[in-house]
């Protein structure tokens, strides 16, 4: 503690105040100390540099064939169709089992599940409306843009399709 008490950062001020007063080269030491200083510093510090940035990598599709023609491309996408209507199909199948076991575990609890199967009917059978109409305007969307490319003409331009009904029903289940 003793040593603390001799520590006195008033007393050092003043001595700095008075070394300073008494130096007539103050001034020029002080200049040439921060000259130095910058000096040191600029030398060391390394200039900073912005490199330009990597063009990006382009990956360009390489599974299609070049010079396909149309009724290849109608093939490929009839494949396509049916693989994905077999897994929706697998879907539907899963999603009745699913329906089904919670049919059980509903009656297990002694709840109603008719009731609440009655309940939630509106709400499937609108869901499977707007699906319903929203495959029959796509379906439109395609003919026309198939019947468009035979015929040469440029693709119709098409309206811009509303999302936002689809995004606040994503999660009602």
């Known amino acids: 503690m003793s040593f603390l008490r001799s520590i006195n950062p008033v007393g050092a001020v003043s001595d700095f105040a008075v070394i300073w007063k008494e130096n007539p080269y103050r001034w020029r030491v002080l200049i040439v100390s921060a000259a130095l200083t910058v000096g040191i510093f600029m030398l060391l510090l390394p200039k900073s540099q912005r490199i330009p940035p990597r063009p990006p990598e382009?990956?360009?599709?390489?599974?299609?064939?070049?010079?396909?023609?149309?009724?290849?491309?109608?093939?490929?996408?009839?494949?396509?169709?049916?693989?994905?209507?077999?897994?929706?199909?697998?879907l539907a199948?899963?999603?009745?089992?699913?329906?089904?076991?919670?049919?059980?575990?509903?009656?297990?609890?002694?709840?109603?599940?008719?009731?609440?199967?009655?309940?939630?009917?509106?709400?499937e059978d609108k869901d499977k409306a707007k699906k319903e109409a929203e495959l029959a305007r796509l379906k439109q969307e395609q003919d026309a843009a198939i019947a468009a490319i035979r015929s040469g003409k440029p693709e119709p331009k098409l309206p811009p399709v509303d999302t936002s009904d689809q995004a606040s029903t994503s999660g009602d289940r």
């Open 58 to 90: 382009v990956i360009y599709i390489s599974t299609f064939a070049e010079g396909r023609t149309e009724a290849e491309i109608l093939a490929s996408n009839l494949s396509h169709q049916k693989k994905k209507e077999a897994l929706e199909d697998l």
């Open 93 to 123: 199948q899963r999603e009745e089992l699913r329906k089904d076991l919670y049919r059980k575990l509903g009656k297990a609890t002694f709840l109603d599940v008719d009731k609440l199967e009655k309940q939630m009917e509106p709400d």
